[in-house]
């Protein structure tokens, strides 16, 4: 094994363990046990990440990272606006019904109390999520709608409704308070989203 494939085995093995960690005790995350989790110590923890909000920042990309690429096929190019959204939408849903998603949830609640306790760490995670939303953003730009061709700060703007929207509803769906919520429903909210034009007409691009 070369020394760049050790590397990212080694980074592998802490992302695994710190998502298993963190997603459990939030805050009180110990580096040790991650660490231990991992077969390694706490010195690689550094080495590879500086520390332990830059692990956390890395969990985030790592965990936001497949599912922004899983919504570029689910969202193929070619649809106009609306069928776009109608596929995204029902894209979501579905991922509300994977194996993973009573754990992907107790990561995100956990993930928002660490960002409120911990200012640094809320800022930093911000600048990575925005990161990822840039994929969403230009998935919607250039999409026909109405006519006209979306802008990407139109795309913007839609992308920041869709995230509110679909991370609400999915939370209801997971906890069992969102009852006949299916991929009509969401589709049917995000559709609803771009009927109602004052969301993405109010393009200040041109300031």
Same mark, same amino acid.
Request: proline fraction near 2%.
């Given at each position: 094994?070369?020394?760049?494939?050790?590397?990212?085995?080694?980074?592998?093995?802490?992302?695994?363990?710190?998502?298993?960690?963190?997603?459990?005790?939030?805050?009180?995350?110990?580096?040790?046990?991650?660490?231990?989790?991992?077969?390694?110590?706490?010195?690689?923890?550094?080495?590879?990440?500086?520390?332990?909000?830059?692990?956390?920042?890395?969990?985030?990309?790592?965990?936001?990272?497949?599912?922004?690429?899983?919504?570029e096929?689910?969202?193929?190019?070619?649809?106009?606006?609306?069928?776009?959204?109608?596929?995204?939408?029902?894209?979501?849903?579905?991922?509300?019904?994977?194996?993973?998603?009573h754990?992907?949830?107790?990561?995100?609640?956990?993930?928002?109390?660490?960002?409120?306790?911990?200012?640094?760490?809320? /800022?930093?995670?911000?600048?990575?999520?925005?990161?990822?939303?840039?994929?969403?953003?230009?998935?919607?730009?250039?999409? /026909?709608?109405?006519?006209?061709?979306?802008?990407?700060?139109?795309?913007?703007?839609?992308?920041?409704?869709?995230?509110?929207?679909?991370?609400?509803? /999915?939370?209801?769906?997971?906890?069992?308070?969102?009852?006949?919520?299916?991929?009509?429903?969401?589709?049917?909210?995000?559709?609803a989203?771009?009927?109602?034009? /004052?969301?993405?007409?109010?393009?200040?691009?041109?300031?």
């Open positions: 094994m070369t020394r760049a494939e050790a590397k990212e085995r080694n980074r592998r093995a802490l992302l695994d363990a710190a998502f298993r960690v963190v997603s459990r005790d939030g805050q009180g995350a110990k580096l040790e046990e991650i660490a231990e989790r991992a077969d390694l110590t706490t010195g690689a923890i550094y080495s590879l990440f500086g520390s332990k909000n830059g692990l956390v920042v890395a969990l985030v990309a790592d965990y936001l990272r497949p599912h922004y690429e899983e919504v096929q689910a969202v193929p190019s070619g649809l106009d606006l609306l069928e776009a959204v109608n596929a995204f939408a029902r894209y979501y849903r579905r991922s509300c019904d994977a194996p993973d998603a754990s992907r949830l107790a990561l995100q609640i956990t993930l928002l109390d660490m960002a409120l306790h911990d200012p640094d760490l809320g /800022s930093q995670l911000a600048k990575s999520i925005r990161s990822q939303e840039d994929h969403l953003i230009a998935l919607f730009t250039g999409r /026909s709608h109405n006519g006209s061709v979306i802008t990407p700060h139109q795309a913007q703007r839609l992308a920041t409704a869709l995230r509110a929207l679909f991370v609400g509803l /999915s939370q209801g769906v997971i906890l069992g308070l969102a009852h006949g919520a299916d991929e009509q429903y969401f589709a049917a909210a995000a559709c989203l771009v009927s109602d034009m /004052s969301l993405i007409d109010n393009d200040l691009d041109a300031s």
